[in-house]
């Protein structure tokens, strides 16, 4: 199995010096001194052992946006016991890197060095050249006597190879304080995912207690308060890179991510956010350039242009991926008193990033063109469903909870960016384009209608798979029900007015599987039987597939 990604802009600056180009949905809790730095939120963004190991590598490794030449690899040193995340201290450190054709690096191909210092929160990528397409490699970090774990990574093939199948993980919406990270861990021990997807919301801004799981939090945030600083959003990254699972999966696979609106706040526009507070939590611009700038110090991401994540990768003839970037771009949402869903004045992708998709989508010549889409773009009518049912679901969906039409965080407040994407994919005969999606915590398998008032009789011009929450809550736990009791209710009758949703799940937890071949891109669903349980296990719910020239999803009854 063989897979491509290939920069539409090149090679991005490295963090470090390298020597060699190798509920709304919270509940408003106020910090007061949010920009201390204090030892206790430090502290605990680190293992206990921390105290007594320097240097040291507590935050695991992790590679990223795979090449046919090469590849990505982050991690982080902690230089001396007080260099804690977002501490903005400690020594310039040297980081030396390996590469090698087998696990034990016995057959090295490639090394070189990095320094580490404080001014990146001792964070280091070191963007590899010169390695062979579609293959194994396996990689190492050390400063002084301190060696990183061995991680694993796979190059891309070249953009004229014949590429039998593909297969990636999916996830989005991964809270800490709602539970284990487990769908994390039953992927990395797959061992055969070309690489894995996060689509969004790969952490939270939240106070401790402020989102957690159905009324409780399974573990504690660091820092405990809500992140707006460079500080913060440092702690917050690190106290989540020492989760076990996490290290785990970045270890065994090279990933792609995008944000969604938690890296930065909830419902993150190109101006503000609905959990910001302007003047009193500072001036958002500087939050936003906080967060954006802890993102990429702390995620093995390669950006295309500078300050966002949108970008296209390339798996040889089989598939290419256009990553969006929802967030940096947007008008205000119109549910938040900013005009209507329908006016062509307001943009969910700003006019340079949709010519650069339209234009990607029409000049590809791969089978299948893949979409990193953090928000659903598949419309949705909320139909019949009862009042008991409607304000759980405005809460999840970050919206009042009287008069609920629609979701205007999604593509459906947008609609005519969404009305110009789907026109030029029917106008220009563009097939096999399937969107993936996260943010709603729920799953879903949907046509994408060009007319959802006329579909079935209209066409549909693409599909979508949109995974559950990695922990995140759901509409069960916000109705405080047993698992399956809200969905069961809700699905038929959203599914009834919507003609082009195949299946929703509103209750469970959980990750995708995305296979491709030149016949059929496949997602299957797989659900946790408890997030809140550390050994959680992981069961496959349900596949559907879209087979090529279709543009429509149907089910199908195994996993691959």
């Known amino acids: 199995m063989t897979s491509r990604y ?3 802009e090149g090679a991005a600056d490295t963090i470090a010096d390298a020597d060699s180009r190798t509920p709304r949905r919270r509940t408003v809790v106020k910090a007061a001194a949010a920009t201390a730095v204090l030892a206790g939120p430090l502290a605990a963004a680190l293992p206990a052992r921390a105290a007594d190991e320097a240097p040291a590598f507590l935050h695991g490794v992790a590679s990223g946006d795979p090449l046919p030449d090469g590849v990505l690899l982050w991690t982080r040193v902690t230089p001396t016991a007080d260099a804690t995340p977002g501490s903005g201290i400690g020594p310039d450190t040297e980081v030396g890197w390996i590469v090698a054709r087998d696990k034990a690096l016995t057959n090295i191909v490639a090394k070189g060095s990095l320094t580490a210092r404080a001014g990146t929160d001792h964070t280091v990528k070191a963007d590899i050249r010169g390695l062979a397409p579609a293959t194994d490699y396996w ?11 061995v991680g694993r990574t796979r190059t891309a093939p070249a953009a004229d190879a014949t590429v039998a199948g593909l297969r990636f993980g999916v996830v989005s919406c991964a809270n800490w304080e709602a539970g284990y990270f487990s769908s994390y861990r039953h992927l990395a021990a797959r061992g055969d995912l070309d690489a894995w997807l996060h689509l ?17 939090s399974v573990r504690a945030h660091a820092p405990a308060h809500e992140i707006l600083t460079l500080a913060d959003y440092r702690i917050r990254h690190g106290r989540y ?3 076990a699972d996490l290290q785990a999966l970045h270890a065994t696979a090279p990933c792609v991510a995008i944000w969604d609106d938690h890296e930065i706040a909830n419902d993150a526009w190109s101006g503000g956010a609905e959990n910001h507070t302007e003047g009193t939590e500072g001036r958002y611009a500087d939050r936003q350039a906080a967060a954006k700038q802890a993102y990429f110090e702390w995620m093995p991401v390669r950006p295309a242009i500078a300050g966002t994540t949108y970008r296209r990768l390339r798996f040889g003839k089989l598939a290419d991926l256009s990553l969006l970037d929802l967030r940096s771009f947007r008008s205000q949402q119109a549910a938040l008193g900013n005009g209507d869903v329908d006016d062509p004045d307001r943009t969910l992708t700003g006019r340079a990033q949709l010519d650069w998709l339209k234009s990607g989508l029409s000049s590809s010549d791969t089978t299948w063109r893949l979409v990193g889409n953090s928000v659903m773009i598949s419309p949705f009518a909320i139909g019949a469903l009862t009042a008991d049912l409607l304000k759980p679901l405005a809460e999840l969906l970050g919206l009042p909870k009287e008069g609920l039409a629609l979701n205007t965080d999604q593509w459906d407040g947008y609609t005519d960016d969404r009305r110009e994407l789907l026109n030029h994919l029917r106008a220009n005969a563009i097939r096999n384009t399937v969107f993936l999606t996260g943010d709603i915590h729920m799953a879903w398998a949907n046509d994408v ?6 579909y079935p009789l209209s066409a549909s011009a693409a599909t979508e798979f949109v995974v559950t929450s990695v922990t995140s809550d759901n509409l069960d736990d916000l109705v405080n029900v047993p698992e399956g009791t809200v969905s069961a209710l809700a699905s038929p009758l959203i599914r009834a007015a919507n003609r082009h949703v195949h299946w929703v799940d509103t209750d469970r937890h959980g990750y995708g599987v995305l296979d491709i071949t030149a016949a059929r891109a496949q997602m299957d669903y797989y659900t946790l039987s408890d997030r809140t349980k550390a050994d959680a296990t992981a069961s496959w719910q349900r596949s559907y597939r879209t087979r090529t020239g279709t543009q429509k999803v149907e089910r199908t009854y195994d996993p691959v």
């Open 241 to 243: 890179k020492t989760d």
């Open 6 to 8: 290939r920069s539409s």
């Open 200 to 216: 969004g919301d790969y952490i939270y801004e939240y106070a401790a207690g402020d989102y957690g799981t159905r009324g409780t």
């Open 139 to 149: 990689f190492r970090f050390s400063a002084g006597a301190a060696d990183s774990p």
């Open 449 to 454: 209608p060009v007319n959802a008032g006329t």
